[in-house]
Every structure is written in C-alpha cells, then in structure tokens.
C-alpha cells in the first residue's frame, strides 16, 4: 500500500519510531522497511508533520489483529491511552511493561494480548532488568506457566528461559549485521554471550575459525550448550565464567562482541588486551542521547593513555531505553595496544 513517510538514517530509526509512535502519528497499520541506510517510517497523518520531508513509498500491511490488542482490553478510557504500544516478543512469550496505573487489570491485557495474537502462548509481565546475570524478573499475567520457549530468528532457533536468561529478540539485526562483517578463518570472541544468539548467528552464517562463546550464568551456558546442537553448528566453544578472568587464556582475537550494555565499559581494556591489531571491537553501551560521543570519546583517550589506541568507525543508536537515554551499538577498531599489560 502506498503512504506518505519520512526518511530517516538507521541510526535514528529507532527514537524517530518512538517519537512518531508517542505523537501517534506512525502508521501502525503498515511496516516499517528499509532503504540501504534508511528507514521509511509510515505516518498516518501528512499534515501534521510540519516541516519535515515527506515521501510516498510503497508498504506492506501488517496483520491488523497483531497492532490492535488494545480494542479487547477492558480498562476505565482515561487508562486506555497508557496501554503500551508495543512489547517483546520472545518464541510464543510476549513481555509487556505496564505503568502502575495499569496493574490492576494486567490480567485483563495479557488475555487480550493473547486474544489478538493467535502464535502467544503466555504474556508475562516484565518487573525489570536484574542482577549481573541481567535476567528480567517476570509475573506471568497471562497463560503459562512454563516460561521455556523456542525463538526463531534468520532461520536458526534459540531455546530460551525468560525467567533465567537474558535474551534481546530486538537484536536480530544486529546479529545479522555482526555475522555479515566475520572474515574467513576469524578469531572471535563473544564475552558476554547468554544463549549464544551472536555465536550461533557467526557459526551458522560466516566462515570464522573459532567463536568463544563467554557467560558467567550457567543456566545461558547450558541452553547456549542446547543451542549449538539445536542449531547444528560447529565451531563454538561455550565457556561458563567471568570474562575478566577467561578471556586472558584464550587465543588474541579478530574480533569481540561486548554485549553488556550497563558495564561493557569496564571491560574495553582487557578486551583490548587480547584483540590482534587492527582487530574490531563491536562494543554495546547505554547512555544519555545528549551525552554519547562525549562517552565514548573519554573512553577512547583514557585507553589512549595507557597505549591503546582505537579508532571508532561507526556509532548507531540501536533503541531507545528510557526517555532521555539509548542504547549504543560502536564498531571500535584497534590500532595499537602493548604487548602486555601496562
Ligand atoms: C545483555 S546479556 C547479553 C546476552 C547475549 N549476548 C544476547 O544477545 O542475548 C549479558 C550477558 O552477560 C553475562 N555476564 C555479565 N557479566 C559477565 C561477566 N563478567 N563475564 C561473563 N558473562 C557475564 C550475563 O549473564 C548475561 O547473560
């Protein structure tokens, strides 16, 4: 269906989406695609878009009862603008934040949830990030009770535990983009991989010699354990302990994936220690939009001061995580570390 959009560079993809969604002004009813580096963003009402750009592109329609569980709930109308628009959806478990307002009728909404999305089995509720394992605590409102599902994503399957692993299925295209850059016959190393979903992608995907697949939780280790052989790959070696301290016996890598948004920072020098020089750091962080190339700038000239010096390459803001704060996705390449640590 042809519709008037706007352009935008995929590194502002995602707080463009929340922005035209919280305005609703983002036409749900059809999906966002891109366009080499751009996405085309849908809006339902041209006029009251102001000065920016326009264009009309062609789109496909989604499938209305997936965007519009919110015709079956049942809360008082002043409550109805605080539904959420939008929610995780891991396998046939979706995960949805509510605002306290709404918790009275929580049940209510995951039967509607469920009710308009045939393919969800159960609908927890997500009560936040927790702990170094980054697990989320969750309350299932809807369904269940088993919390063990199977999310598939570019053709491989993960088994997941919501309730005991940390898994992103907004990162599939991250994955896709990381598994793209693996060079034949690649050293890499995944330091903070839960279930494996970046290992598994670069073994299924890329031609690397060896993925080392780091976590200190063993219950991510055990199914990235399940996964390997779900997914029939070789080449992963899953390692169950702190990355600070595995990461010094394993072979100088190609690359390393820093996936702990919250604390990734803290582990940039030893992870630089054990990359080969011009090896790439695909680094992951959660910051204030207003405050990012000041971060990783300083980043950069503190390790320049012990003698590692890296170069970013490119910074693209994956998703929003709160109000005013995003997550990062920066491509850091070495140049120059010393041969031991300083
Ligand atoms: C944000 S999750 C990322 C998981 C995975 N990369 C993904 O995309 O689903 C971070 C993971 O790092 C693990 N973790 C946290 N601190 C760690 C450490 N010091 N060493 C190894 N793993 C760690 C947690 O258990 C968690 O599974």
């Known amino acids: 269906m042809r519709s008037w959009c706007v352009k935008i560079p995929r590194g502002e993809g995602e707080s463009a989406r929340k922005k035209l ?13 891109g366009e080499g580096e751009y ?41 109805a603008g605080l539904l959420p628009t939008s929610y995780d959806v891991v396998g046939d478990i979706a995960i949805v934040r509510l605002v ?21 089995r159960t609908v927890a509720m997500d009560k936040g990030v927790q702990g170094e394992f980054r697990v989320r605590e969750i309350e299932i409102i809807s369904g269940g009770p088993s919390t063990i599902t199977m999310h598939t994503e570019f053709g491989l399957h993960f088994k997941v535990d919501v309730s005991k692993v940390y898994f992103n299925p907004r990162l599939a295209s991250e994955r896709w983009r990381i598994s ?73 890598a190609d690359r390393i994936i820093m996936n702990l948004p919250h604390s990734a920072h803290e582990f940039l020098e030893i992870a630089s220690m054990n990359l080969n020089p011009m090896g790439i750091i695909h680094f992951y962080t959660i910051c204030e939009r207003e405050a990012i190339d000041g971060f990783v700038g300083d980043l950069v000239s503190e390790l320049k001061g012990k003698g590692i010096d890296l170069d970013l390459m490119r910074l693209e803001e994956l998703k929003t995580y709160s109000p005013t704060m995003s997550v990062y996705s920066a491509d850091l390449v070495l140049i120059h570390r010393p041969c031991s640590p300083v």
């Open 100 to 120: 306290d307002e709404l918790l009275p009728f929580r049940r209510n909404i995951g039967d509607a949830m469920r009710e308009a999305l045939s393919r969800l």
């Open 21 to 33: 969604l919280e305005a609703s002004l983002l036409d749900i009813s059809l999906k966002i695609r």
């Open 180 to 252: 793209s850059l693996v060079g034949r016959g690649e050293t890499v190393i995944d330091m903070f991989a839960g279930v494996g979903p970046f290992s598994i992608m670069i073994a299924k995907y890329a031609s690397a010699r060896e993925i080392h697949g780091i976590d200190m939780n063993p219950e991510a280790v055990a199914l990235m354990k399940e996964n390997i052989v779900i997914n029939k790959v070789k080449g992963v070696n899953p390692l169950l302990g702190d990355a600070r301290e595995l990461i010094g016996s394993l072979p100088p």
């Open 39 to 79: 996405l085309l963003l849908p809006v339902n009402d041209p006029e009251a878009m102001g000065e920016m750009d326009l264009m009309l592109a062609d789109f496909e329609e989604r499938d209305v009862l997936e965007t519009d569980y919110r015709r079956l709930v049942k809360v008082p109308s002043d409550l």
